[in-house]
Every structure is written in C-alpha cells, then in structure tokens.
Nanobody
Framework: QVQLVESGGGSVQAGGSLRLSCAAS????????MAWFRQAPGKEREFVAG???????????YQTDSVKGRFTVSRSDAKNTLYLQMDSLKSEDTAVYYC?????????????????????WGQGTQVSVSS
C-alpha cells in the first residue's frame, strides 16, 4: 500500500521559515514526478513546487511564481522523501499543504500543475502564517 506522509507544518509569524517533508512508502518514486500543492480555505488546490527527472543530473525543481525566491523543493531518493523549504513566509501562504506523486512523466520537461495528473496524495499538513 502506497502512502505519502507529510510533516513539518505549524504556525509561524510572517517572515519565518518552515521545512515540510513528505515520506513515501510502499513503492519507490525514483525518477517519478513529485510535487507540493496547497489549498487555502474556499480556494482550489494549487501547485506550489515540484521536481522532474532530468536524467544523469538528477532532478530539476520548479516553483510557482508566487513562491519563487522563497520556497525551494528538493528530494532524496535514498530516503524516498520530498522536501519543501519555505522561507520569508507570508500570510497568504497559509493553507493545507499536500504532497503528491505520479507514475507518469510530463513531455514538457516540467512537472504537471494539474491535480488530476497525480496518482497518490498525502493527508496534508497545515501551515499558518500570522502577520
């Protein structure tokens, strides 16, 4: 049984930092796309950051424009874990953050931004940023 388990969420003041982790079990996602999404109250789930396999060089990370320069996505195949380092947090970053993984691969060389493309999801972890 495949499981994605997020951890690291919490409450911080604006300008603070958090590091989210997503531990996968049940299968390896080596070379597969993994991503972070978030969902704020009353809003749709949106892509935040993700990784794609680029061959012998490993993975390339991508972030949505609203978090570029503040969030960094990374992963460890040895630990089957995806990370999201979040710095300079803003109140608008408040949301439930979800980890996702998919078995397919994008032809574009970028991770899919669509929730429908992902096969596995974690239960989510709350991030609350107060101003």
């Amino acid at each position: 049984q495949v499981q994605l388990v997020e951890s690291g969420g919490g409450s911080v003041q604006a300008g603070g930092s958090l590091r989210l982790s997503c531990a996968a079990s049940g299968r390896t996602f080596m070379s597969r796309e993994m991503a972070w999404f978030r969902q704020a109250p009353g809003k749709e789930r949106e892509f935040v950051a993700g990784t794609v396999w680029i061959g012998s060089s490993g993975y390339r990370g991508y972030q949505t424009d609203s978090v570029k320069g503040r969030f960094t996505v990374s992963r460890s195949d040895a630990k089957n874990t995806l990370y999201l380092q979040m710095d300079s947090l803003k109140s608008e970053d408040t949301a439930v953050y979800y980890c996702a993984a998919r078995l397919g691969r994008s032809d574009s060389g970028r991770p899919s931004y669509s929730v429908d493309e992902y096969d596995y999801w974690g239960q989510g972890t709350q991030v609350s940023v107060s101003s």
